[in-house]
DNA sequence: TTTTAGCACTCTCCTAATCAAAGTGCTAAA
DNA sequence: TTTAGCACTTTGATTAGGAGAGTGCTAAAA
């Protein structure tokens, strides 16, 4: 990163903070008037010429007020703005509602979606945990009819997986109950990774009575599994976006909006560029353990994405963690000009809360401790 | 209905007919020339005159030409378009889609609300059955982790409602198997309404033993049963509604989708509505079986709503049934200036491909029979 | 060498004015 | 009862002008 002489910066930063709030072109007499740096207008627009010429600024025409570049909100939020714990008012309320009322974890993430577009004003977002890093609770098979059968599946964090199979003939009960039993015994603790691996392999170590079972796990859980590969996304409060002044032209709007609903695309984009970071994350850890909680907050700004449609917004995200493995990411989706310091402090806060509410032990009280020696090294 | 005179019909249908399509007001001369009457424009105009004193037209400006009222639309929909099926281009394949690859209703109904949206090229939305009509094909009590039981419900037509339930202590799996059977063997068959009422009276004829069971029953599946209440609506396709000319003033815009993605208030006016019309539906249906199809759809035209934000919005619903029971609708969302005839075609198509695939036999192949014969009197 | 004052210049935004186009209502003729 | 003709109204698009805001440059001041 540059470093900028000290005025200089300072006055980046001024101009960051009041085009955020008025979403006007920031002219040098503005600066010189409301904030107090002893400069006359015409040093600052000499200063405001140099920060062009670097790439930070631009002017919309001629001869508007500068306004910040993507490199300028990069810049701002990389190293000018201070990180500011907000409080949330209902952080209490907000407590409450998910220790009480919450239980299934598609409500969580239902309310967490809406939370987050709460607070922010702006569109929240959740991606479900990850699939295959979730750990085995339990596998159930219970008789749905003629020739059906129920499966569902049960993992620690309290993610229900169901599917309706069909099987050319009625099986008993009693030996649906076996399946279930023999599958719990073996797999409970592992990570559905591992238990779609471990499906095919330990087939030929088990005795032969039970191969017969296998068969039928292998087949019905091989449906399941696969089947329900895709995450879901959360996303709510899209309407928000319509309030922005960069949105009044329609066609913009218009734009943003049936690319963000076609999900697929920016989100899988966003996944894959916060899975690296995850990486990274991981080797960061152990070295800068102090400023963490932010750290793990990233800030995707306009342009930074390869979409046209994203050039005015950014996004914040954050990842959160299950039994320590980073499972899924939340965020919002904003205009360029957003409230970054506020706008990190309340993902910041909510991705610990979904950390706690999902594995803190506060979620399946007692359980997670358990669970944990019973997972295998 | 008042009865027009046969010419003012023709010239009203006319200007609806051009208005939908072009979406600019018909003036008379327009109408003179691109249909042939063998009418002069001032001929038209004195008709024009004697329609907009009826109030089925009215004009924006004193000298534009004519846009329908809603009682212009309501006379053209109920009166002068002709019912035409439209051939739905990929029906083989969506079809196909329905049989093959959807299992789970949750699935059907989120492609069922795609496929209106994709279909109208407005916005579709799906109410999913209604809760307590469904027909209970399977309770399930399954252990899950310490003081935890998963109870899982699975009614004839692939509905699953699950819960993670807390209880103070462990209750073992036989004891859990032995309620499910217990159960099952009195409940199944039964609709969700009678199963909430049932399992509250019942406990006194049964035999003493058992009552410890009752017990455990009532207090789980009550908390089921009452947080399950609510139903879900599927939305989809808001997007396309971006580009119509109707909506280019961005404040109308804005206004009328946040009040849609509040739920509640539109669509919960919408189903008392449409639960009214289904209690007239009944009565006629002895009546005229001929021409059911398009009798049940009903269209609802701007303010006919008592919400502002719908001024500019029609309405195209239809109710679909499970067991010769409506339990749900569907329907479509766009601006009032629609092409009503293709719509309600549409509707009235996926409607009955809903129904087919609920129950039609085709969903759970052999059941309904089974089950219908289970069903108490 | 750095900062400041002064001034000409540029560009937008707002308003008013003008003009063609579209369509009506009315009157009188067919 | 229908039609032709004509004056009248309103919109929308275009144009022009002027105020406002802010810059860039130059020369003076610190």
């Given amino acids: 990163m540059v470093n900028l002489k000290e005025r200089k910066e300072k006055i980046l930063q001024i101009l960051l903070h009041h085009y955020i709030r008025t979403g006007q072109p920031v002219g040098s007499k503005t600066v010189a008037e409301n904030y107090d740096l002893g400069l006359s207008p015409a040093t600052i627009r000499n200063c405001f010429a140099e920060l062009e010429e670097e790439g930070y600024l631009t002017h919309p025409y001629t001869s508007a007020g500068r306004i910040p570049t993507d490199k300028g909100y990069r810049f701002y939020v990389d190293s000018l703005i201070e990180i500011q714990q907000i409080v949330v008012k209902e952080e209490e309320r907000i407590r409450h509602e998910y220790y009480l009322r919450l239980k299934r974890l598609e409500d969580i993430l239902n309310y967490t979606s809406y939370l987050l577009a709460r607070l922010s004003?702006?569109?929240?977002?959740?991606f479900s945990p990850?699939?295959?890093?979730?750990?085995?609770?339990?596998?159930?098979?219970?008789?749905?009819?003629?020739?059906?059968?129920?499966?569902?599946?049960?993992?620690?964090?309290?993610l229900v997986k169901y599917s309706l199979l069909d099987n050319e003939r009625n099986i008993d009960e009693e030996r649906l109950r076996r399946l279930s039993r023999i599958l719990n015994r073996m797999f409970s603790g592992f990570s559905l990774a591992e238990l779609s691996e471990k499906i095919y392999q330990e087939i030929d170590r088990e005795e032969k009575k039970e191969i017969e079972y296998f068969k039928l796990a292998k087949r019905f859980l091989g449906q399941l599994l696969f089947s329900e590969g895709k995450e879901d996304i959360y996303l709510e409060g899209m309407n928000n976006i319509f309030n922005m002044p960069e949105f009044k032209d329609n066609k913009k709007l218009s734009d943003l909006f049936k690319f963000i609903e076609e999900k697929k695309f920016f989100f899988s984009w966003l996944k894959k560029e916060l899975n690296s970071i995850v990486k990274k994350m991981k080797s960061e850890k152990e070295l800068t353990n102090s400023n963490w909680i932010n750290k793990r907050v990233k800030v995707t700004i306009g342009s930074e994405t390869p979409f046209p449609e994203m050039r005015d917004c950014s996004v914040v995200t954050s990842v959160y963690e299950m039994d320590e493995q980073p499972v899924g990411f939340l965020g919002i989706l904003g205009p360029k000009r957003m409230e970054y310091p506020q706008m990190i402090s309340v993902v910041s806060f909510i991705s610990q809360l979904v950390e706690n509410v999902l594995q803190g032990g506060n979620y399946l009280k007692g359980e997670s401790k358990k669970s944990r020696s019973n997972h295998p090294k």
Same sequence: chains 1, 2.
Avoid: C, D, I
């Fill in 121 to 126: 004003h702006y569109a929240g977002f959740v």
């Fill in 130 to 158: 990850k699939w295959e890093r979730n750990v085995l609770q339990s596998v159930n098979f219970a008789p749905a009819g003629e020739n059906k059968l129920l499966v569902t599946l049960l993992t620690k964090s309290g």
